[in-house]
């Protein structure tokens, strides 16, 4: 059952990026937080380029086929397995969102190559071993074999960092190596002071439901794993050289990205 009375990041995200599969709430919290980042739909933008950029390195570079995109959200172009099955047709993706109606919207659309697979699952990212032990990841994903988890602007709805840290932890633990693990998430390093008081504000009258991080409790997330050049950067500047110049600012974006490599 959806739920139209609470605001849910998907939704939010779908309308940001001109959608319309999102409700009054969702509306209302995005123009909210576009009035204090009023570059937003810059920033939502930026963050699904890097996705595209991330998994064509990854499938095209790092030889990955396998792929679990937990925090999903709804599908909208350049969607993991269609990038990942653009270069290596065989590739298999399980798709991971706590929203039936991404779930619907997935399974409507996200449909796998003939020689590869998608598959969807409702569950929480808060429950990391759950996930993990779920039969249809088991199913479709061989963890005998080198998996990319996508964490791609969901880490950010976890407040403390250690907590998202730990989920972080669990998931790596349980990939064989050669593993990769993409983050972005939200930060504040680059908002002037005005911006960070507008969220501050937001967060303190429980406004706001992401959490913004520095670029080392972002570090922090992934520790003992290996993170890949050009390491924490903003998502409009990682492996951006063929991307439409000039990119845009970090203030503009104010979202990390990153790419470890588990050895």
């Known amino acids: 059952m959806v739920d139209e009375t609470r605001v849910h990041s998907a939704r939010r995200y779908n309308y940001w990026l001109g959608g319309k599969d999102n409700f009054a ?10 009035a204090a980042h009023p570059t937003i739909r810059t920033t ?16 095209a570079e790092a030889g990955i086929r396998q792929f679990l995109d937990i925090g999903t959200g ?9 990038v990942a099955q653009g270069i290596a047709p065989e590739a298999r993706i399980v798709y991971v969102d706590n929203d039936p109606m991404v779930l619907t919207h997935a399974r409507a659309l996200l449909t796998s190559t003939p020689e590869g697979r998608t598959a969807y699952l409702e569950a929480d990212l808060r429950e990391p071993a759950k996930i993990l032990a ?6 479709v994903l061989d963890f005998s074999r080198p998996i990319a988890v996508m964490l791609i602007a969901v880490l950010h709805f976890i407040e ?8 972080v ?7 064989p190596p050669g593993s990769h693990i993409v983050i972005s998430n939200g930060t504040g ?11 501050d504000a937001m967060k303190a009258s429980g406004k706001l439901d992401a959490f913004i991080r520095t670029a080392d409790e972002v570090a922090r997330l992934v520790d003992g794993l290996e993170v890949l050049e050009p390491g924490i950067v903003p998502v409009s500047d990682w492996r951006a ?6 990119r845009p600012t970090p203030a503009e974006v104010a979202v990390y990205g990153l790419v470890a490599r588990k050895r």
Request: glycine share 4%; proline share 5%.
């Open 241 to 246: 050289a063929d991307e439409p110049q000039p």
């Open 169 to 175: 932890r669990t998931l790596a633990e349980a990939l």
């Open 134 to 139: 779920d039969p249809t990841v088991r199913e």
């Open 44 to 59: 939502v933008v930026e963050n699904r380029g890097f996705l595209r950029r991330a998994v064509t390195f990854l499938a």
């Open 25 to 34: 709430v969702d509306r209302e919290s995005g123009d909210m937080i576009a």
């Open 189 to 199: 390093d680059f908002a002037d002071e005005a911006t960070r008081a507008q969220f």
């Open 74 to 82: 709804l599908p909208t172009a350049n969607n993991t397995h269609q």
């Open 160 to 167: 403390d960092t250690e907590e998202a840290a730990g989920i």
